[in-house]
């Protein structure tokens, strides 16, 4: 599928060039304030002349109920279009609405992954408003069952177009820029590290490091046009290293801390992430799980290391773990709220990231990791 994204300050203004030849209508998933406060609705109106109606999107952790509105709104509307302004989960619910409506079978049957999406949606365009998650430029989309994060993944979910426009992030509020920005981070790092990754990826990835970890701290204690610009380039970046490697561990294991402790997604993703820093810096060729083997996934370790500045994975952890309390995202587990590490333990195998990870780990393991982060 052809798809065209336009990065850049005052980009959102080019929007009418990525619509499809004689759109007439079509439906703009927004979220429930951003869309108004970041001047996104203000200026899509004045570039775009054509009939939106708006769905607005449910919750960060979007579940098929809290869709399906969504869902059944495209179906009888039948856009000609479908414009996702928001955060992750706004571009997430936005993806969902493109592709689900047009699908033979039940949206449960492709977000459970029982089935993949045969048929193209209605095009979309994701233009972020936040810096964290690269939803615009990736192939899946995070949605909830019964509490269970699972991926909606597919070609026809990709965006057929996109806009990454620093100037909408002005309006972000300190702890979301924290958030967003440090997943955006842990992305881009898991990104380099995982079993999937290609030379392409890790050159994206590593741009996208250098970007965040030069760039964080500003963006959330005085942002600035520079800070702005770099974190929206960092997260689009490691949107599209994703795309390819997908994420590890840490997203694994967070995902229960989300569902059942309310942690919000990049502090909960970033609380793992020194421990598993230092983690993948012991892998042996017991343990390795990547095919290029123990040697290839070290020399990974010390060049991600080096672009932090550190010498080694343990001296990279120290450093993440200062960074997460300079910008006041919880180090522990008893910070960020977590109460039963069983449960944690119990949900945080998922399959698909648990195997991307460099180093296998096991239960008794990854107790032990929680237990450091008490």
């Not at 065209?4 to 998933?29: C, F, M, Q």
């Not at 607005?56 to 979007?62: C, D, G, I, L, R």
Request: charged share 20%; hydrophobic share 35%.
């Amino acid at each position: 599928m052809y798809r065209k994204e336009i990065v850049g300050e005052r980009t959102l203004e080019r929007l009418p060039e990525l619509l499809p030849d004689d759109a007439e209508n079509g439906v703009a998933v927004v979220g429930a304030t951003s869309y108004e406060t970041s001047g996104a609705a203000g200026r899509i109106k004045k570039a775009v002349h054509i009939d939106l109606r708006q769905f607005v999107a449910p919750s960060p952790n979007p579940s098929l109920e809290e869709i399906r509105p969504g869902i059944n709104l495209v179906r009888q509307e039948c856009p000609d279009v479908v414009i996702g302004v928001g955060g992750g989960s706004v571009l997430d619910t936005a993806k969902a609405l493109s592709v689900l409506p047009h699908q033979s079978g039940s949206p449960t049957e492709y977000i459970s992954g029982n089935k993949s999406p045969e048929c193209v949606g209605t095009p979309l365009i994701a233009v972020p408003t936040t810096a964290g998650t690269g939803s615009e430029t990736t192939h899946f989309a995070t949605i909830y069952i019964d509490n269970k994060k699972y991926s909606l993944t597919g070609s026809p979910v990709y965006p057929t177009g996109a806009i990454v426009d620093p100037t909408l992030l002005e309006s972000v509020p300190e702890t979301v820029r924290a958030t967003t920005g440090i997943d955006a981070l842990s992305q881009a790092i898991e990104s380099y590290w995982s079993v999937d990754s290609t030379p392409a990826s890790r050159t994206t990835a590593a741009r996208a490091i250098e970007l965040a970890w030069e760039h964080l701290e500003e963006e959330v204690a005085d942002p600035t046009d520079e800070s702005r610009r770099a974190l929206a380039t960092a997260a689009y970046l490691a949107g599209r290293s994703i795309d390819v490697s997908k994420t590890t561990a840490c997203h694994s294991v967070s995902y229960p801390m989300t569902a059942n402790f309310g942690v919000v997604h990049g502090a909960a993703v970033a609380l793992m992430l020194p421990a598993f820093f230092r983690f993948n810096g012991e892998v042996s060729s017991n343990d390795c799980t990547d095919p290029r083997g123990s040697s290839f996934v070290s020399e990974r370790l010390t060049e991600l290391s080096g672009i932090l500045g550190a010498n080694g994975p343990d001296e990279a952890a120290i450093l993440l773990t200062g960074l997460l309390s300079r910008i006041e995202l919880p180090t522990t587990l008893v910070e960020a709220g977590v109460s039963d590490m069983e449960t944690v333990i119990k949900e945080g195998f998922t399959p698909e990231r648990m195997g991307n990870n460099p180093r296998n780990i096991n239960q008794d393991q990854l107790r032990d990791l929680l237990f450091s982060l008490v």
